[in-house]
């Protein structure tokens, strides 16, 4: 139990749990090999009535770095009949003295409470301030900027919308609510004071290229990851994160971008992170979720022959066990087909009702059909606003579509007669390179409009309704039967955003084929 207890608070301090395995093993196996030669060095040097004090001292003092040290030695007394049996010139009959197996067995012991102890107060998320331990830079934060809440000096996003977000802020004591917060791995600052407010039943989808930060924020939110200096805050349903972590991370659900289940059935699986949360009426609650979510078909079955589909599924119910005020989802639908995906997402608007749901996602699809607000992140805030915010304020494009009265049987030439009028009367219009059967897709952009005089076409209105009017002044001599117009995507909104903002996608030329990349978007966007 000791060495366990040991090998969990190392793995605390490396980043994979191959490391922390590696790292245990190494450690203890050079803490015992010093024990064994410093043992050997004090047989050959110590005076002969002075060398089982000077082992008693050095087993000890080395004892106390690891646990296998006490082991070694119980090891070998236990193959040394005089080490057992003498005790100078007397017999010992005790084999549980200090001086035989007791001093192991005393030290083992204290070394699974002081382990535990330290653990349990680490996993509570608790900061040493409960001990009136203060950090250098926490101290240097004065406390009137802490109390006045002055969004202006806790927020410095500069630029960006935190403005617009004290309304948020101000208002979502029961959602979810991000003041200010960092963190760095080295030099690498990661999340780079975040600040953002969720209300329930509001969805918002994180949005950022790989290595934006949106899983380390998950994190910070989750209190995996503990921000830098211990600045900035965390609310979830009015509790502190930082405070009181408990009772916050009661009210949180987690879907992980990896799925975290265990070799059960589903059913069990579930029954066992109900037990773990304390999940009153947990057959109930069970059988509920698995209706909701689609799962009876699959309760009995070994998760490892699930589907990835419907394991997402199940750590969704599993985010949703214990009915959390405020859900997290880390790319939920990431290896979906896109009917189990829009399954998923109905699924998601019926859960999401009265909490909170926070999403991260690559697909802007996603979370153009599910989200209300969006942020685009990369380290810093970008951009928050609604989706419809976002694009009125960054997508600069309006999309249309024409359909020829013959299509899909339309002649080239008519094909090429609509291609030629988009081109004469959009002179910047980015026509899609396939138009064939008499369909054509393009976009214009709103400086574009002016310049082709579609501005003063009937001078009023908004750029769709008058690409409407011209079209419709215009279609029957096209031979245009059916057309539709739309706004710009989100993922045209993104583009804008991080190109305006000069960012570097992590690892783009290693990025999967099939993965969603700025490259992707970009060639998209190009098409
Ligand atoms: N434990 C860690 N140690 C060191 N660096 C880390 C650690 N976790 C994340 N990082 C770094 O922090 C940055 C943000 O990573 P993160 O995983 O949060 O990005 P992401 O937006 O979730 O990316 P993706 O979309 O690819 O999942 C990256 O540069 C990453 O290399």
């Known amino acids: ?102 001093g192991p067995i005393l030290y083992l012991t204290l070394q699974i409470v002081v382990l535990v102890a330290f653990l349990m107060f680490w996993e509570s998320g608790r900061s040493l301030e409960v001990f009136g331990i203060r950090s250098k830079a926490r101290r240097s934060r004065t406390e009137a900027e802490l109390e006045k809440g002055d969004a ?31 963190k760095s791995f080295g030099r690498n600052k990661a999340v780079d004071e975040m600040t953002f407010g969720i209300l329930p039943s509001e969805k918002f989808a994180l949005l950022g290229p790989n290595g ?7 994190s910070l ?46 059913r069990e699986n ?31 079955k070994l998760v490892k022959k699930l589907s990835g589909g419907t394991k997402r599924k199940l750590s969704l119910a599993i985010a949703l066990i214990s009915n959390p005020n405020v859900l997290l989802l880390d790319e939920p639908s990431s290896g979906m087909d896109p009917a189990a995906k829009r399954a998923l997402w109905s699924t998601l608007r019926d859960v999401a009702v009265g909490r909170v749901l926070l999403m991260t996602t690559h697909s802007m699809e996603e979370a153009d059909a599910l989200c209300d607000r969006a942020g685009i992140m990369a380290g810093k805030m970008l951009a928050l606003d609604s989706v419809e915010g976002l694009r009125g304020r960054f997508g600069d494009k309006v999309y249309l579509h024409l359909v020829h009265k013959d299509a899909p049987y339309a002649s080239n030439e008519d094909t090429m007669a609509l291609r030629r009028w988009v081109q004469d009367k959009f002179p910047g ?36 309704g008058r690409l409407f009017r011209v079209i419709e002044d215009e279609k029957d001599a096209l031979g245009v039967v059916d057309y539709s117009i739309g ?39 190009r098409e």
Request: charged content about 15%.
């Open 1 to 102: 139990m000791a060495a366990t207890a040991y090998s969990y608070v190392i793995s605390l301090f490396v980043r994979s749990q191959l490391a922390a395995v590696a790292a245990t093993a190494l450690v203890q196996v050079l803490i015992v090999a010093l024990f064994f030669v410093g043992c050997m060095l004090t047989n050959l040097n110590a005076p002969a009535t002075q060398l089982y004090a000077w082992l008693n001292y050095l087993y000890y003092t080395m004892a106390l770095i690891a646990p296998i040290v006490s082991l070694f030695r119980a090891l070998m007394m236990s193959v040394n009949l005089y080490s057992l049996v003498c005790r100078g010139a007397t017999r010992a009959d005790y084999p549980g003295q200090i001086s035989i197996y007791g």
């Open 270 to 300: 579930l029954s066992f992170y109900a037990r773990a949360r304390g999940v009153p009426d947990q057959n109930h609650n069970i059988t509920e979720l698995i209706a909701r979510l689609d799962l009876a078909l699959h309760q009995h």
């Open 152 to 182: 202006a000096a806790r927020y410095n996003n500069a630029e960006l919308e935190a403005a617009e977000d004290d309304r948020h802020l101000a208002a979502s004591n029961d959602g979810l609510r991000v003041s200010n917060i960092s």
């Open 221 to 266: 939110i989750r209190g995996d990851l503990q921000p830098d200096h211990g600045q900035g805050e965390v609310f979830i349903a009015n509790e502190s994160l930082m405070h009181t972590p408990v009772a916050a991370k009661n009210q949180l659900g987690v879907c992980p971008q990896f799925d975290a289940i265990d070799a059960m059935t589903l």
């Open 429 to 464: 219009a980015e026509v899609e390179r396939q138009t064939f059967g008499g369909q054509i897709r393009f976009a214009v952009s709103r400086g574009s409009m002016g310049a082709a005089g579609v501005v003063g076409a009937r001078g009023q209105g908004n750029d769709a």
């Open 487 to 525: 706004p710009a995507t989100l993922d045209q909104v993104f583009l804008n955003v991080v190109e305006r903002h000069n960012v570097l996608e992590e690892n783009a030329e290693a990025a999967k084929p099939g993965a969603w990349t700025l490259q992707g978007l970009r060639r998209r966007k």
């Open 212 to 218: 934006a930060g949106k899983s380390t924020l998950i």
